[in-house]
C-alpha cells in the first residue's frame, strides 16, 4: 500500500486550516457575553400646583407639561380645527388671571394644540386634527392640579367645585368638560362670584 507523502509547506497549510475550523465551526460554543444596555429611568412627572392662586404659567418644562396630559407639541399652529373658547375661573368670589403662553414653549418653539397667547381668558384650539380636547388637558400643561373632583388640591366637601357652561350649570367633571366653539365656561371654586358669566364678545374672526 503506497503511503501518500505531503510536501512540508501543504501539511503547515492543512495543519493550520484544520485548526481555524476547530476553533469557529461548532455549534456548541457559544457566543461571548454581551453586557446589558444600562438602564434608563422614566421622566420625572411634572409638579402640579396646588393651593391658592395665583397660577402662573410654566416656563421652563411647558413641554414636558403638554406631552403629560396627552397635547402634541407642534412647530407651528395647525389649523385643520381652529376654534375658540373663553375660560372664567373663580377662587372664592374672585376672579383668576389664566396666563399668557399656557402650552407655548419659547425656549423650544413649539406650540401645543390647546394654547394662551395672552391674559384674556380666550383658549386657542387650532389642531392637525379634529378631536376632542379637555379642560383637564388645559390644566395638565397650566401646571394647576386637576382630577378626581379636585382642583389645585381643593376638593368636596371643604369647597364646592362647579361648573357654568354658556350660563348654565352642568354636571359633568371639570376634567373631563370638552371645549366647543364659543363656549363661555366658569370655573367656581368655593364661594361663587356676585355675577357668573353666561356669553363672551369674542374678536372678529374668532
Given at each position: 500500500?503506497?503511503?501518500?507523502?505531503?510536501?512540508?509547506?501543504?501539511?503547515?497549510?492543512?495543519?493550520?486550516?484544520?485548526?481555524?475550523?476547530?476553533?469557529?465551526?461548532?455549534?456548541?460554543?457559544?457566543?461571548?457575553?454581551?453586557?446589558?444596555?444600562?438602564?434608563?429611568?422614566?421622566?420625572?412627572?411634572?409638579?402640579?400646583?396646588?393651593?391658592?392662586?395665583?397660577?402662573?404659567?410654566?416656563t421652563?418644562d411647558?413641554?414636558?407639561?403638554?406631552?403629560?396630559?396627552?397635547?402634541?407639541?407642534?412647530?407651528?399652529?395647525?389649523?385643520?380645527?381652529h376654534?375658540?373658547a373663553?375660560?372664567?375661573?373663580?377662587?372664592?368670589?374672585?376672579?383668576?388671571?389664566?396666563?399668557?403662553?399656557?402650552?407655548?414653549?419659547?425656549?423650544?418653539?413649539?406650540?401645543?394644540p390647546?394654547?394662551?397667547?395672552?391674559?384674556?381668558?380666550?383658549?386657542?384650539?387650532?389642531?392637525?386634527?379634529?378631536?376632542d380636547?379637555?379642560?383637564?388637558?388645559?390644566?395638565?400643561?397650566?401646571?394647576v392640579?386637576?382630577?378626581?373632583?379636585?382642583?389645585?388640591?381643593?376638593?368636596?366637601?371643604?369647597?364646592?367645585?362647579?361648573?357654568?357652561?354658556?350660563?348654565?350649570?352642568?354636571?359633568?367633571?371639570?376634567?373631563?368638560l370638552?371645549?366647543?366653539?364659543?363656549?363661555?365656561?366658569?370655573?367656581?371654586?368655593?364661594?361663587?362670584?356676585?355675577?357668573?358669566?353666561?356669553?363672551?364678545?369674542?374678536?372678529?374672526?374668532?
Open positions: 500500500m503506497k503511503r501518500l507523502l505531503l510536501h512540508p509547506a501543504r501539511l503547515a497549510c492543512l495543519l493550520i486550516v484544520t485548526l481555524v475550523a476547530g476553533a469557529c465551526g461548532g455549534g456548541s460554543s457559544s457566543p461571548p457575553p454581551t453586557n446589558p444596555p444600562p438602564a434608563t429611568n422614566p421622566p420625572t412627572p411634572p409638579v402640579v400646583t396646588t393651593g391658592p392662586p395665583p397660577w402662573p404659567a410654566p421652563t411647558v413641554s414636558a407639561r403638554a406631552t403629560a396630559a396627552g397635547l402634541p407639541m407642534l412647530p407651528r399652529e395647525a389649523l385643520n380645527e376654534i375658540h373663553h375660560l372664567d375661573v373663580f377662587y372664592d368670589g374672585a376672579p383668576v388671571t389664566v396666563p399668557q403662553y399656557i402650552g407655548i414653549d419659547l425656549v423650544a418653539q413649539a406650540i401645543s390647546l394654547h394662551t397667547h395672552d391674559t384674556t381668558g380666550i383658549v386657542h384650539i387650532e389642531s392637525p386634527t379634529v378631536k380636547y379637555f379642560l383637564g388637558q388645559f390644566f395638565g400643561e397650566w401646571g392640579q386637576m382630577g378626581n373632583g379636585c382642583v389645585a388640591g381643593v376638593c368636596p366637601p371643604a369647597k364646592q367645585i362647579s361648573l357654568v357652561v354658556n350660563g348654565s350649570p352642568v354636571q359633568t367633571p371639570p376634567d373631563k370638552v371645549f366647543h366653539a364659543h363656549d363661555e365656561i366658569a370655573l367656581i371654586i368655593g364661594t361663587p362670584p356676585a355675577t357668573v358669566p353666561s356669553a363672551y364678545s369674542f374678536p372678529q374672526g374668532y
